[in-house]
């Protein structure tokens, strides 16, 4: 395969795609220029090319979008750190700690996956929510939206090489450009990069699936091709005479777009309307209500084909007027909007970053502000994951990896211990030690986004009650608690039998029997209390969790205890001394749940029930008092 381009020619062309900027910065630039060349010197891409012309091809990208220049120079420099030896902070003594910081973005985000593991498609295990968390890992690590702007331009010249990747690799980068960063620039409402990346992985990741659209499509496309070249001329005339300035232009719908609808409608050409599209731009609002009148007058309007997504945009911010038409049994798609709406429809978030020197001399992009970029991200980014607040969810979570590329999602400042419990409890309890980044690190190591976490185990459980004080999700918390709640049960559970015992002596009650234990698991199974059977009870009596009272309630309540006598007559009445009277049924509070050395009160219900409460409840301040009556121990 023929090289086409080499350094002197591409820097030729960005030098002129850059003649918007100031002499000074055209200088940084080129000073970049050679930077890069330098670093990269020796270094050849898989085509046979000097590795500076995929820099370049970036770069000149990113200049064709007006960016500023850190931007520009960014991508000149965005391979440095990952593929050579200079660092960020030579990059930051050289053009500043803005490139720098730009520059370390897109590296971290070239890393976040083990590239030893990038051939196995193993990787889509868990597909749709992996693809989903890999999105949110870019936008977690982006900071600045300029690093997902770079990224996805670099994304876009490695995809116009994909022809010199070969098997496995080039399927693997081709689904992984659809699915990801195509996904990301759709999400971003930058539609011109979207389409492109879709186009250009297709033919690789769908190779079978290509060849037969191609050979449905193509013939059709030809001769739609020329019916739309007709349209255009008639709708030029009709605007004249109006007197409606437009540009207007015609494209045929891109290919892995026509492609998915086309299996949304069992490849039913007749029901896809927008596969032909006329565009018209104008120069104002009330021109593209006047130019929907005008087509509507000239052609048949196809019903329910009108959307409004000016008044109604999309949620990545896309706006323009749409409708269906048909002339002559041609039916075809006319998309209307103004001019802004057309940049902000091509190059979303990228069409507000565009470089104006006033506001770049003042550190003031155009753009919206950072937390609003974070807002839009966190909106925007993965599908139907919508937020209020970006940057809360984003400082409230970490994205890592385990070693064979799988994302996990945990809480900010969450540890190894974390995320070994999340992947599975044995891991967590038989770890001994944790790699992050393949350098072995302390167990109480706060993890960052797109680290890759490699846990050491050992062949027994081995935890320790000091991980909780510093594990953060609640599962580890539990599990640990579980663990050494476990070890110690045959203890607790005697604790909490004599607990039991010396309650029922001193109620005057008969004690439990062992040959019943059966039978009173199986009444703690069918009421309220969180116990599987007696053992954890009588464990949890022990640590004081459970109150002895609910326990021999739930355990005794109308059991015979010798000749046609019920423990309700031991139980409930007598235990409590209420100030209306003995022998009054009552209930214990289940918000509260009193024991034998609380101070308590008793209320009265509107179902002129009583219920028994701590008199320290919080819901004893919603009572009335004239309900309110005293109660006490006996």
Request: charge should be positive; proline fraction near 3%; hydrophobic fraction near 35%.
């Amino acid at each position: 395969m023929k090289v086409k381009n080499n350094r002197s020619t591409l820097e030729k062309k960005l030098i002129n795609s850059i003649k918007y900027l100031s002499a000074e910065d055209i200088k940084k630039i080129k000073a970049a220029c050679d930077f890069s060349a330098s670093a990269h010197s020796g270094q050849k891409r898989i085509s046979g090319e000097e590795y500076i012309t995929h820099p370049l091809n970036v770069a000149i990208s990113l200049a064709n979008l007006s960016s500023d220049p850190e931007t520009i120079i960014a991508g000149l420099l965005h391979d440095v750190v990952e593929d050579t030896e200079f660092s960020c902070e030579d990059i930051s003594r050289e053009f500043g700690d803005r490139v720098a910081k730009l520059v370390d973005g897109v590296t971290k985000i070239s890393q976040i996956k083990d590239k030893k593991k990038i051939l196995k498609l193993s990787y889509f295990h868990d597909y749709s929510e992996q693809i989903d968390n890999y999105r949110k890992v870019l936008a977690a690590m982006a900071g600045d939206p300029r690093v997902i702007i770079i990224k996805l331009h670099d994304r876009l010249h490695n995809a116009q090489t994909l022809n010199w990747l070969s098997g496995e690799r080039k399927v693997f980068y081709a689904l992984e450009t659809i699915e990801i960063y195509a996904a990301v620039a759709d999400r971003l409402g930058m539609g011109e990069i979207h389409g492109q990346l879709c186009d250009l992985s297709f033919p690789h990741a769908y190779p079978d699936e290509y060849k037969k659209f191609i050979e449905i499509i193509r013939p059709i496309q030809k001769i739609r091709q020329q019916n739309v070249e007709d349209v255009i001329t008639e709708v030029n005339l009709l605007l004249k005479n109006e007197s409606i300035g437009a540009e207007i232009n015609g494209r045929v719908k891109r290919d892995y777009s026509l492609y998915k609808k086309l299996q949304t409608y069992n490849f039913d050409l007749a029901k896809v309307y927008d596969f032909i599209a006329v565009r018209i731009i104008v120069d104002s609002l009330s021109d593209c209500y006047k130019t929907l009148g005008i087509i509507h007058a000239n052609y048949q309007p196809i019903e329910h084909k009108i959307t409004d997504y000016i008044a109604r945009p999309k949620e990545n911010g896309y706006q323009s007027l749409h409708t269906v038409v048909k002339k002559d049994g041609f039916v075809f798609e006319v998309q209307i909007r103004t001019d802004e709406m057309h940049q902000n429809a091509e190059y979303g978030i990228a069409a507000h970053w565009k470089y104006k020197d006033s506001e770049y001399k003042n550190n003031r992009p155009n753009i919206k502000s950072e937390l609003s970029w974070l807002e839009e991200i966190s909106q925007s980014i993965s599908n139907g994951y919508k937020l209020e607040n970006g940057k809360k969810f984003f400082s409230s979570k970490v994205f890592v990896f385990s070693p064979n590329g799988k994302i996990f999602e945990l809480p900010a400042n969450s540890t190894p211990i974390d995320f070994a419990f999340l992947v599975h409890t044995d891991i967590g309890l038989s770890c001994t030690g944790a790699k992050i980044n393949g350098k072995l690190l302390p167990l109480d190591t706060k993890l960052k986004t797109g680290d890759v976490v490699e846990i050491i185990k050992s062949d027994k459980p081995k935890p320790s009650r000091d991980w909780l004080n510093f594990v953060q999700t609640t599962q580890a918390k539990n599990k640990i608690k579980n663990f050494f709640f476990n070890l110690e049960k045959p203890r607790l559970i005697k604790d909490g039998q004599k607990k039991v015992a010396d309650e029922l002596a001193r109620l005057g009650l008969p004690q439990l029997t062992e040959s019943n234990f059966n039978k009173y698991s199986l009444r703690i199974n069918q009421s309220r209390l969180p116990y599987e059977n007696i053992d954890s009870a009588f464990a949890s009596i022990a640590k004081n969790d459970q109150s002895i009272i609910d326990f021999l309630r739930v355990i005794l309540d109308d059991q015979e205890i010798g000749k046609d006598e019920k423990i309700s007559k031991y139980v409930p009445k007598g235990s409590i001394s209420l100030g209306i009277g003995q022998g009054i049924p009552y209930k214990i509070a289940r918000c509260c749940k009193p024991k034998i050395s609380d101070d308590i009160i008793g209320y009265i219900t509107l179902q002129q029930k009583i219920t028994v409460h701590k008199k320290s409840c919080a819901e004893t301040k919603k009572f009335s008092k004239q309900r309110i009556i005293s109660a006490k121990w006996q």
